[in-house]
């Protein structure tokens, strides 16, 4: 099922940008199948490679909610839109299968634990000799060199070693991670950014490469500015109140009559817009707020009075008094937030087709373009195109039978 194209003019409707892409994926779990999603959404054909021993990609058994057998949400959420064979990479004829492949594709992606690409096969180096063009992109936990290669790594940890659990929460609380897995979603879209740019320069040189990126130094990258700050001035950034800023007032919490809301004042512009619609004209001008400066020494007190205002209303109240003048928001949870009214005018929950023809409902990709309908088909079965990707690369029937007799690919 294909989404309507989003522009009212009569124009023909394009193809997807990535149309005719082909994408092996020897992935599983979450931070891989994430960032191959974005590429199987925008067109490309990405081809699932899974362990016919093992059950296919452990993700199809991550519960606690299922579509069917083998069919888990968390499965369809990482997988819609693309292909799945099952193969046995650790045998010699399935390691020939999966050459065949290769001579056809544009990549070969893996999020494997970092020892294990090399001896399996999937670099560069022991791919060339099949397709000089081939892009090997490799996500690993902490890298496919030095002392930590051969460790098993998960988002959790990266979230605690990297920093961020310390800048999450609290002043007064423990550590605090994200209640999303953030590192493995920034780390799967980084490697599907370093796949392409791979593939626009080996279709330009005839040249492939590896590219590899990781949980690990994703992690590192991320703390971004407040990282600037420490390198540069040693400064070591706190958590603030309240989910707040570290140095831009008012920009955190406030309570309201029946929860909260979220104020970011992150342009001075913002401060006396809000102090007028709060009926405080005379805050602007209040020395002990005059500038972020001034709000960051003088936050507590700031926060004293912003309470005493946004506590006489509600929450509803004060987002319609104030969206559209100062960048408010609600706090909402995951149900609120997916029945709003915005989240329907939007589009972005729509109807994708599993393949026994049932509608489910998924979250759209966020990237829109012009007069061009992406893919929304759910996530294949298990060795669901095993018959008709082998005959493309030129097997015959028997010799299909064959390698399903002796358990190269799936019954």
């Known amino acids: 099922m294909n989404q309507p194209s989003v522009s009212n003019h009569a124009t023909p409707a394009r193809t997807p940008p990535l149309q005719g892409m082909r994408i092996l994926a020897v992935e599983q779990y979450g931070a891989g199948p994430f960032g191959t999603s974005y590429l199987a959404d925008l067109g490309a054909e990405v081809i699932k490679i899974e362990n016919p021993a093992g059950g296919g ?46 001579k056809r594709a544009d990549a070969v992606i893996n999020n494997l634990r970092g020892d294990l690409p090399e001896k399996m096969g999937l670099t560069y180096d022991a791919l ?89 130094d994703v992690s590192i990258h991320n703390l971004n500015y407040p990282g600037t700050w420490y390198l540069n001035s040693a400064v070591v950034t706190d958590r603030a109140p309240r989910s707040g800023h570290p140095s831009l007032v008012p920009s955190e919490l406030y309570c309201t009559a029946d929860g909260w809301i ?21 805050w602007a001008t209040d020395a002990r707020f005059s500038t972020f400066k001034d709000r960051l020494q003088n936050r507590q007190a700031l926060t004293d009075l912003l309470d005493s205002v946004f506590t006489t209303q509600t929450t509803a109240y004060w987002i319609e008094k104030l969206s559209g003048t100062v960048p408010v928001a609600p ?12 989240v329907a005018e939007r589009g972005a929950v729509r ?6 023809g049932q509608d489910m409902r998924l979250l759209r990709n966020p990237i829109r373009i012009a007069d061009t309908a992406l893919p929304m088909r759910g996530a294949p079965g298990l060795g669901e195109d095993n018959q008709s990707l082998l005959e493309e690369v030129g097997f015959s029937q028997e010799e299909i039978r064959a390698l399903r007799s002796r358990k190269i690919i799936g019954a």
């Open 351 to 356: 109807p994708f087709e599993r393949s026994d």
């Open 262 to 282: 979220f104020v970011m004042c992150n342009k001075e512009k913002f401060w006396p817009l809000l102090c007028h619609e709060l009926g405080h004209d005379e």
């Open 331 to 342: 706090v909402l949870g995951i149900d609120q937030a997916l029945d709003s009214k915005f």
């Open 57 to 102: 990609d452990v993700g199809r058994y991550v519960g606690p909610y299922f579509f069917g057998p083998d069919d888990s949400h968390f499965f369809e959420t990482f997988n819609r839109n693309k292909r799945s064979l099952t193969l046995d990479l650790k045998q010699p004829d399935g390691l020939q299968v999966f050459h065949r492949l290769v």
């Open 128 to 216: 060339k000799a099949v397709n000089p063009r081939i892009v090997c992109t490799h996500l690993s936990a902490y890298g496919r060199e030095g002392a930590r290669a051969s460790w098993p790594g998960y988002d959790y940890l990266m979230q605690a070693e990297a920093g961020h659990m310390m800048l999450t929460g609290e002043p007064d609380g423990p550590p605090v991670r994200y209640g999303l897995s953030i590192v493995d979603l920034m780390t799967g879209l980084v490697a599907a950014f370093g796949l392409l740019a791979a593939i626009c320069s080996a279709r330009d040189t005839g040249i492939g490469a590896d590219v590899d990126t990781s949980l690990f």
